[in-house]
């Protein structure tokens, strides 16, 4: 079983960027699809952005699109998010999972376990 840890979350300037990271332990990462989840203080969880296993399929909410990336590099058993021209409104928990279903397209609107601890960030001037 997949065993997750959320990094890289801070404080950050409007405008600016952050890259978090998601480290997993476990044989079977190069097969998960792995997916980036926020959730504010008052608001509901809400996707952000998953990736497959081998790294081919992507999708993105679509607040983010085009400002946030979602990379994996399996060598190194990790999920990237990496996030660029941060808002207010980024500000949020964010927590990455194993989507339930693998070996098919990812996809954020699926059930995902295994969630991480998340990593507070916090976009303010």
């Known amino acids: 079983q997949l065993q997750l840890v959320e990094s890289g979350g801070g404080l950050v300037q409007p405008g600016g960027s952050l890259r978090l990271s998601c480290a997993a332990s476990?044989?079977?990462?190069?097969?998960?699809?792995i997916g980036w989840f926020r959730q504010a203080p008052g608001k509901e969880r809400e996707g952000v952005s998953c990736?497959?296993?081998?790294?081919?399929?992507?999708e993105s909410a679509d607040f983010v699109k085009g400002r946030f990336t979602i990379s994996r590099d399996n060598a190194k058993n990790t999920v990237y998010l990496q996030m660029n021209s941060l808002k207010p409104e980024a500000t949020a928990i964010y927590y990455c999972?194993?989507?339930?279903?693998?070996?098919?397209?990812?996809?954020?609107?699926?059930?995902?376990?295994?969630w991480g601890q998340g990593t507070q960030v916090t976009v303010s001037s």
């Open positions: 999972a194993v989507e339930k279903i693998w070996f098919r397209p990812c996809t954020i609107r699926d059930e995902y376990d295994n």
């Open positions: 476990g044989s079977t990462f190069n097969y998960a699809n």
């Open positions: 990736i497959s296993g081998t790294g081919g399929n992507t």
